[in-house]
């Protein structure tokens, strides 16, 4: 049985019950704190909430003792170990990734990289969101989300969910040289931990951590090294998301079996707490990589403020909460023809809730002040989610440049308009520029396994 153990002071009500979850894996028994309270859908229609305090998720020196996010990314290890036929064990990259997470969950560059910080609502009251959607979401971004619903295009879809969750996309230049100094510090874990399975990954940690002190502190740091740690901070995430949404996986069928869990209940906590496939690299033409990411880009739902924007606004909460209602919504849809449209309203809901977060969120960068009634919002991505803008490529490959003292020829001057040669299979490629000062143009073959000086690991032992 599911017992309530004590009131907790901590969350959207003070009358949610907060209880303990065991589960075991692999011989291992974790424990997991869980907020519990009950949500309206409908006047005869309630179901039961389960979250977990994101407070607890950002390893700070006042929570340390719980080791919750340690504890959530043993708990993944030990289910691989469980799924995986028995053998000599190597973490994978989302292993080392996750720990990661650790390094960086509580610092206020981590939101810049991997935009969900909670904001509090420009207006006060019990309808702010609501006020808010009203009075300042632009008519061409209603008038775009709700063209993309009702016609059912998903990429549209995706393009407006670039602009709320947004992520780091680089040219696949960057990438090249990024990709010889990634595969450096993940061999440098793995050798760590097939030395020692209990400290390898904590000691690696450790290197990595001082690592990036070194650098950050001087100034020299090239600044193709920050978008290195800038892009290991959002995969890092990314990863640990992906062990928190297989917890849920483990965390539902107890609550079904200890807490008498309804059938409603277990599809939203299903939808709420789940990950879509991560933001992995892949290969594409020739070495040149790049990103192929969820239609969320790595974000979950429940951990993402515009949840509580959509379940705290009675008029976004009444259009999402249709698909719950419905008997038996489906948890997939081949194709978007086949999604009931309850679907598309908890879509609608969804985007909706977005955009009034990114308004937000684009108010705070722009004013520091989420009080003020004239927001200067920046115009929203609209591009494809894996292009960049131009802007975007040519700030990317110009760190390449920097990094590979790409200058002028003829006058030693800043070069602009970078462009590249087509990858072709071989680790090589040309980078060219024009410089504005005397006219010309430069150009330098760029070898990215050359580049392994700018943030190399500690020699192994």
Known sequence: MCAKRRSSNSGPSRSDDLIDANLTARGQQFTFPLHRRSLNLAPDLQLTYYWIDQRLLSETAQNHSTNLCRRIVDHWEQ?????????????????????????????????????????????????????????????????????????????????????????????????????????????????????????????FIDEFSRAEKRARRSGRTSPISRRFFDLLMFESKVCFYECYAVLWQRLIPWLAENCNLDSVSEQFLRLWHNQNQSCRPTQTSGNAASFETDVFFGHILSLHPLSGILMTSPDLWELASRYFRIASPPSEHSTPTAAPPEYWDLVRAILLAGKIYRLNDERRTSTRNLNTDTPQSTPPHGGAPNALTDEENQNSVARVAVLAQLTCRQCQSELTDFHSSQFDGSDQFTLAGHCATCNADSEKIVDPSAMRRLLPPPESD
């Open 79 to 203: 289910v691989q170990f469980e799924e995986n036929p028995p053998g000599t064990h190597s973490p994978s990259e989302g292993l080392v990734l996750a720990h990661l997470y650790r390094v960086w969950s509580h610092r206020k560059r981590m939101h810049q990289v991997f935009r969900d910080a909670s904001l509090r609502p420009t207006r006060r009251g019990p309808n702010a969101h609501n006020e808010l959607l009203r009075a300042d979401l632009p008519d061409e971004v209603l008038a775009q989300i709700n063209t993309a619903v009702d016609q059912r295009d998903n990429g549209a879809i995706r393009v407006l969910c670039a602009s709320i969750f947004g992520w780091l996309p680089s040219s696949p230049e960057e990438l090249q040289v990024l990709t010889p100094l990634y595969d450096q510090w993940i061999d440098r874990a793995v050798s760590l931990y097939r030395a020692d399975p209990e400290t390898g990954l904590d000691q």
